[in-house]
């Protein structure tokens, strides 16, 4: 379940460890998820990030956060909590008509654990690194004809020195994959994603099947990711449950933890 990655740069000043977890869609692991719980606080992060879709907002379901609010009690108080919208949490905002109470009791709970909600904003994690959350409108989530994201969706809702300040490190989590170019070319070093579940089922030489717009064979759906052409790295979890189509196949879900390292250590 615990995957590592190590990121060097020399704009990172002094050692930082994330925990990233994304796409829990209500799910637990052990009693009040505690498993999961533990694997973090071995893990000793310095900062913990959610990645969106912590719980399923669906037609016909019950709303439930248990499970989200089982893990923030864990950790908060522990490590900072950063969390950044998916397609499930824009939802309930979004349609409140119909799932009536979902973002007030939502919100509530982000506000006792103290989690820090990125929309559209940023944070320092440190000597030369920033944390950074982007909005990403439903249309770019749509089933068979996902909007195209243009060029300077970035610029548009992110403060200028994300696009403009090149002295910091700076961290995207945008929670669908699909759009990893425009992320890097729109100033992002490295982005965190989830959303595509793995790709659902990983076949061997093939490699993950299935988004859930329905893309068959995705070309970012878990693992790292680097720009052909440029300095961009991205991270692409494949998250910790699944919703509506239950199945997993050769693609356990993981947890990420992310090592930023200065260039010169090793």
């Known amino acids: ?105 939502f919100v509530s709970i982000l506000e006792e654990y103290d989690v820090k909600y990125l929309l559209d904003e940023g944070v320092s994690l440190g000597p030369g690194v920033d944390l950074w959350g982007v909005d990403i409108e439903l249309a770019y989530y749509r089933k068979f004809s996902a909007k195209k994201m243009p060029p300077e969706y970035l610029e548009l809702h992110l403060p200028r020195e994300f696009s403009e300040s090149r002295e910091r490190f700076h961290i995207l989590m945008a929670h669908t994959p699909q759009h990893m170019e425009r992320y890097w070319q729109g100033g992002s070093d490295l982005v965190l994603s989830g959303h595509y579940h793995g790709g659902t089922v990983v076949l061997p030489f093939a490699g993950p099947v299935m988004s859930p717009q329905f893309r068959f064979f995705p070309k970012y759906a878990r693992g790292w990711y680097e720009q052909r052409q440029g300095t961009g790295r991205g991270i692409v979890s494949a998250g910790l449950g699944t919703h509506s189509i239950n199945i997993r196949l050769f693609n356990r879900p993981e947890l990420v933890m992310i090592d930023l390292l200065p260039e010169e250590m090793d």
């Open 1 to 105: 379940m615990l995957r590592s990655c190590q990121v060097k740069d020399s704009r990172i000043k002094q050692p930082l460890r994330l925990a990233f977890l994304t796409d829990l869609h209500g799910n637990s692991f052990g009693f009040q998820n505690q498993t999961l719980i533990r694997c973090i606080l071995d893990a000793r992060p310095n900062a913990v990030l959610m990645g969106g879709d912590m719980m399923v907002v669906k037609p016909r379901r019950r709303m439930d956060f248990s499970p989200l609010e089982d893990l923030l009690a864990g950790l908060s108080g522990r490590f900072p909590i950063y969390y950044a919208e998916g397609n499930h949490e824009q939802r309930m905002k979004l349609e409140k008509e119909n799932y009536p109470g979902w973002w007030e009791e």
